[in-house]
């Protein structure tokens, strides 16, 4: 499991709007950005399968947390087979972030809109360790600009995306408000109707999940 620090919580929250385009501003190196004007953004909940299923299964995860790409490769694609695509279970997927890699892949897939988010979200994670591994920040830009227009998503609405500040500062507000109430301390952590779990083996989560479905 990754775990994350409130100073790490801190950073992010100084400088909610780190996002940029391949020419990056100021702000998006870590200076304070000043809060918006307007009324906070209302982010929906990212939801797969059906609403009223018996069991809710939620995951709190980042993009750049290695231990959530192995999940999300060896556990979350029989989950979603077995469970979420035949109405057994309700997924929902709560973003969590360490570093502002992880904001910029988040914002890449809310931008992607409802229909591609969970989409987009799959190949953050299976390609990880390719648009993640540099340590500059303009190249990392770039590696998820192409996986966005490999979605279908222009210039025009990349650019856009990444130099929303309220859209940074929305996800980052939401980020802290979901963890502090469930207690979460790394990624990733599991929510099986409301019991807090860490990472776990396919077959350990299905014996969990078959439990709560025979009950």
């Not at 919580?9 to 870590?30: K, N, T």
């Not at 918006?36 to 059906?50: C, M, R, S």
């Not at 993009?63 to 979350?76: G, I, S």
Request: hydrophobic share 45%.
């Amino acid at each position: 499991m990754t775990k994350y620090t409130r100073r790490d919580v801190i950073a992010l929250a100084a400088s909610a709007a780190m996002a940029a385009a391949i020419a990056i501003p100021a702000w998006a190196e870590g200076e304070a950005a000043a809060p918006a004007a307007d009324a906070p953004l209302e982010l929906p909940e990212l939801v797969l399968g059906n609403a009223d299923a018996k069991v809710t299964l939620t995951e709190y995860a980042s993009y750049t947390c290695p231990h959530c790409a192995n999940f999300h490769d060896a556990v979350f694609k029989p989950l979603k087979a077995e469970y979420i695509d035949t109405g057994k279970v309700k997924f929902v997927y709560r973003e969590v972030f360490f570093d502002r890699y992880g904001l910029w892949a988040g914002m890449l897939a809310r931008c992607g809109g409802e229909m591609r988010y969970f989409g987009l979200n799959g190949v953050l994670f299976e390609k990880q360790k390719e648009w993640a591994a540099s340590d500059d920040p303009t190249t990392v830009i770039g590696n998820l600009k192409t996986i966005g227009k490999s979605a279908g998503m222009t210039d025009a609405e990349l650019d856009a995306c990444f130099n929303d500040q309220k859209l940074a500062e929305a996800m980052v507000a939401n980020f802290q408000k979901n963890m502090e109430a469930d207690g979460v301390e790394g990624t990733p952590t599991l929510f099986i109707n409301g019991t807090k779990h860490s990472n776990m083996s396919y077959e350990d989560l299905k014996a969990l999940l078959d439990a709560e479905l025979a009950k």
